[in-house]
């Protein structure tokens, strides 16, 4: 049993940045895989970055080198800081964690889900 509640979003304008946090319990949370998505309204859930258990990370071509995944494991907590933001990044974002094999970039692959937070990036 895990529990993930994410916090961090807002409004913000174009080029700005914002840092989502999400918070785990219930398990040991240093081996666990956690992963950030998107939705944007009329469109399905997308992976946006990944952070292994054993630290190894992987980003969305769309968000490859505006976005940083990070953890920090005497918290159980993990981010996503968003810089360089788009109007196009607008999306409510979910944590998520343990995924199955080696499907990270799935959002069916993962057993636990947030309650998502929204961003909105005005033009």
């Known amino acids: 049993q895990v529990q993930l509640v994410e916090s961090g979003g807002g409004l913000v304008q174009a080029g700005g940045s914002l840092r989502l946090s999400c918070a785990a319990s219930g398990r040991t949370f240093s081996s666990m895989s956690m992963g950030w998505f998107r939705q944007a309204p009329g469109k399905e859930r997308e992976f946006v970055a990944v952070?292994?258990?054993?630290?190894?990370?992987d980003f969305a071509p769309s968000v490859k080198g505006r976005f940083t995944i990070s953890r920090d494991d005497a918290k159980n907590t993990v981010y996503l800081q968003m810089n360089s933001l788009k109007p196009e990044d607008t999306a409510v974002y979910y944590c998520?964690?343990?995924?199955?094999?080696?499907?990270?970039?799935?959002?069916?692959?993962?057993?636990?889900w947030g309650q998502g937070t929204q961003v909105t990036v005005s033009s």
């Open positions: 998520a964690a343990e995924y199955i094999g080696t499907s990270y970039y799935t959002a069916s692959a993962y057993r636990y």
């Open positions: 952070i292994r258990g054993f630290g190894g990370i």
